[in-house]
């Protein structure tokens, strides 16, 4: 194809001869998009493009997406079963069914010698929803341990606590459609262009039509922030601090919705009581927002007819991140701001599949929002799945950021990781790689074999990875889309669902729970146990999710007998008054004291690490560090640092500098730009080895996520920039 100047030097762009286009759901991020992957007349994948009539993207995809195909051939993908006594011995390749057994009696022998618990499962939020809800079923009815986690611990574990505690339930209320009816629009540490490029797509056409107002809380100017009406450079970590004074203002000038607080609430007296301690004026010394900005975006806010909060990691990854949940839920509450067109409280979700995880994987309890604690439900799926109701727990286990720190105390001896790599994601990286030494057995279950974690690992399972498997996937706005199996995964790879359902054989010992084959009846069994609950979606089928480019749940059995069509299914939770989850209806104001228990800049360390993605790359690099196109346009770990900070340090653009916490330090090479205040760097976390060597990780007492983007650094130069260059460059090596 030639465009541009067609004479001389025209620009060419390959024909790709593709013969045919085939359906799935970008496997990134949470915003979903519908992709096609073309392939060519030998049957390789070859394009990728956006689906031009899904709701989502309408045809757009990002930088991501539009590569996604070179996943397939990537390097690193691991294509062989591998086994070794130690984790410091070499590996040997092996067979399926050999490294299956080993991985079943080591599990058992761990159980038997230590306690059922002693054996923890990590899982992810890049499976498919078919491939969680059957790691659940085996995991929960079968190998029965507790200590069973995701690790959207990582990312998403405060908007679920938030929502739990707020509405009696987890689940986004919002859509995207809401940027399209909305009045004002607060986004809390969430930079959309960069983390959700096509979210922010769909934002800002919305906003080019309302002309809508744009708020922006980030400590860093963002490219968000960049495009805001108002940009809050707040504290980091005192998010609370500015909802609780917003609210002050709200309540103070008459500002609420007391209709809707009277119908749908309960707890505004408590709620009142605590935020009167958060007066502007001393709100502003602890947040660092002024008084009359304070007061100006409370009264924007409160008198927009609908208004809109969304909010990503800046908020969830706090030591206040489920009361940054609750405060952003309050502010909704208080003005009657959920469940109507543009009126939202909406968490932006991380991985692709963060949603499917937290509604089917039973990490946290039992599928569709079912609940260890609750007797009710443990029954319905113990008999549903013919299991004994007692081998169920009767509470949750520990969360993942509890696990290492219980196998660094010997309570935990063997571990299964699937398709996460903590090594390189969770905080204080070199005490996680020190427990992970301590582990008698350790199982990797992954699309690549040359994950940091891998190396500690005694089993290696080749996984496929996205379009290599089918099944469904649900993102943001409570979107359920599919993915069809677009190509083979490598060598004797196999996909995850098949890896699940051999392992439930060997454990499954006298047949009594089934484990179906295929995706599409995994979902149907799935469908009837979701009927009449808030994630109703027995009016669902594989088919009719392609056919409708996802649709957003609640769709039930009686919307597709009657003939809703399925767009009239679940744009939105809680739509009419008394809906909320607790057992009256209504939900709670919560009041939420703001305690400063963060690590803080201090002499020794004086600046603020902040933490955060990229647009062209995907968490640890496991996948978009091998594809060229993303990859070129970030090889090395750099740090955003403030010119002014920069001079008086005597650093020059481009050079490598040492980030010293009081955890270890990295070697990264320095960007000067004025989006960091004189006291902050930004760091990219996708490098190896590298952001989380400094990060401390507080954990938040609810959601027990960590605070990855509150810690103290100093910046130290380096003399020997050649030997620097050589240290750097092996944090981008894999
Ligand atoms: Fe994929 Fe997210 Fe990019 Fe859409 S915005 S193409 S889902 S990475």
């Avoid at 009041?591 to 400063?596: G, M, N, R």
Wanted: proline residues 5%; charged residues 25%.
């Amino acid at each position: 194809m030639l465009f541009g100047r067609t004479s001389k030097n025209p620009i060419k762009i390959a024909d790709k001869a593709v013969v045919e286009w085939k359906y799935a759901t970008c496997g990134y991020c949470s915003t979903g998009c519908s992709i096609e992957v073309g392939l060519n007349n030998a049957g390789k994948a070859v394009s990728s493009r956006g689906v031009a009539d899904a709701d989502v993207n309408r045809g757009k995809l990002c930088l991501k997406g539009i590569f996604e195909h070179e996943l397939f051939d990537s390097a690193g993908r691991g294509k062989v079963p591998k086994y070794r006594k130690h984790w410091h011995d070499e590996w040997k390749t092996s067979d399926w069914d050999s490294t299956l057994d080993t991985t079943h009696d080591e599990i058992r022998r761990i159980q038997q010698t230590y306690g059922r618990d002693a054996f923890a499962i990590i899982s992810t939020g890049q499976l498919l929803t078919e491939e969680f809800y059957t790691l659940g079923k085996l995991t929960r009815g079968l190998i029965g341990t507790n200590n069973y986690d995701g690790n959207t611990t990582l990312c998403m574990a405060s908007a679920v606590s938030g929502y739990k505690r707020s509405f009696g339930s987890d689940g986004p209320p919002g859509c995207y459609e809401d940027f399209e009816h909305t009045d004002c629009l607060i986004a809390w540490g969430s930079n959309l262009p960069e983390q959700h490029p096509i979210i922010y797509w769909r934002m800002k056409e919305a906003q080019e039509k309302r002309g809508f107002p744009l708020i922006v809380v980030d400590p860093r100017v963002t490219m968000l922030a960049q495009f805001a009406d108002i940009h809050l450079p707040i504290t980091p970590g005192t998010d609370v601090v500015l909802q609780n004074s917003m609210m002050y203002v709200i309540l103070d000038e008459g500002l609420q919705d007391t209709r809707y607080i009277e119908a749908n609430t309960n707890g505004l007296e408590e709620l009142r009581a605590e935020v009167s301690h958060y007066d502007p004026t001393t709100a502003a010394k602890i947040c660092g927002i002024d008084e009359d900005t304070i007061r100006s975006v409370a009264r924007l806010y409160a008198n927009a007819e609908a208004a809109m909060q969304i909010w990503t990691m800046g908020i969830n990854q706090s030591t206040h991140g489920s009361d940054g949940v609750v405060g952003i839920n309050n502010l909704s509450l208080l003005c009657g701001n959920i469940g109507k067109p543009g009126g939202t409280s909406l968490s932006i979700t991380g991985q692709c599949n963060a949603m499917g995880t937290r509604e089917w994987s039973s990490c946290s309890g039992l599928p569709n929002y079912r609940q260890l604690e609750n007797a009710q439900d443990r029954k319905d799926i113990s008999e549903f799945w013919n299991i004994d109701e007692d081998f169920l727990p009767q509470k949750r286990g520990m969360f993942q950021t509890d696990i290492y720190h219980a196998i660094e105390a010997g309570l935990i001896k063997g571990l299964w990781l699937i398709a996460t790599n903590p090594l390189s994601s969770l905080p204080n990286s070199e005490r996680v790689r020190r427990a992970m030494q301590k582990l008698e057995f350790c199982v990797v279950q992954d699309c690549y074999e040359d994950t940091e974690s891998a190396q500690y690992a005694n089993v290696f399972l080749p996984a496929g990875t996205w379009a290599e498997k089918e099944g469904v996937m649900t993102n943001t706005e409570r979107r359920i889309n599919l993915i069809n199996p677009i190509a083979t995964p490598p060598g004797d790879a196999k996909a995850d669902l098949w890896v699940f359902n051999q392992m439930a054989k060997r454990f499954n010992t006298d047949g009594k729970v089934s484990f179906p084959d295929k995706a599409a009846d995994i979902f149907l069994e799935m469908a009837s146990i979701s009927k009449g609950r808030l994630a109703d979606i027995s009016g669902m089928s594989h088919a009719l999710l392609e056919q409708h480019r996802g649709i957003q749940w609640p769709y039930t059995e009686q919307q597709l007998n009657d003939k809703q069509p399925p767009p009239q299914g679940g744009k939105r939770l809680y739509t009419e008054d008394g809906t909320f989850r607790y057992a009256d209806g209504r939900a709670k104001l919560i009041p939420l004291p703001f305690i400063d228990n963060n690590e803080v800049p201090d002499e020794k360390f004086p600046i603020w690490l902040n933490t955060g993605r990229l647009i062209e790359h995907w968490h640890g690099r496991t996948k978009t560090g091998k594809i060229g196109n993303n990859n070129k346009y970030s090889p090395i770990p750099f740090v955003e640092i403030n010119p002014d900070l920069a001079a008086e340090l005597g650093i020059q653009r481009g050079e490598y500098i040492r980030l010293v916490s009081r955890r270890s330090d990295a070697v990264v090479m320095a960007t000067p730009t004025h989006r960091v205040p004189k006291n902050m760097v930004f760091l990219p976390f996708h490098f190896h080895d590298c952001a989380n060597r400094l990060t401390l990780g507080l954990l938040d007492p609810h959601s027990r996520q960590p605070a990855f983007k509150q810690s103290a650094i100093r910046i130290e130069s380096l003399a020997d920039q050649k030997a620097a260059a050589r240290l750097s460059m092996e944090m981008r090596s894999f």
